[in-house]
């Protein structure tokens, strides 16, 4: 099991930039493929973005070209840049863990809130 804790949320203005950062303890982390998801008030949790242990990645596609997930496994952290920010991408974000053959994440941080506002 890895344990999770995210950091870099915030309150920003449409068309900005934040990095979330989710730092890893516990197991081996370069063996992990990490995700985050996120999950605005009354609508599902959605995975925004995952990579492999071995980099690959995918997007879900309202991010895409906006969002960068990356990865230092010497840090064992895992980073989700995300540029031009919309009022839409307002949510808590998760970070998650999982095997690389396992179907599901099944670690998860503690969420950190990010609010797209004017």
């Known amino acids: 099991q890895v344990q999770l804790v995210e950091s870099g949320g915030g309150l920003v203005q449409p068309g900005g930039s934040l990095r979330l950062s989710c730092a890893a303890s516990g197991s081996i982390f370069s063996a992990y493929t990490m995700g985050w998801y996120r999950q605005a008030p009354g609508r599902q949790r959605e995975l925004v973005a995952a990579?492999?242990?071995?980099?690959?990645?995918n997007y879900a596609d309202s991010v895409k070209g906006r969002f960068t997930i990356s990865r230092d496994n010497t840090k064992n952290t895992v980073y989700l840049q995300m540029n031009s920010l919309k009022p839409d991408d307002t949510a808590v974000y998760y970070c998650a863990a999982k095997k690389a053959l396992a179907l599901a994440f099944s670690s998860w941080g503690q969420g950190t809130q990010v609010t797209v506002s004017s």
């Open positions: 990579i492999t242990s071995g980099g690959s990645t």
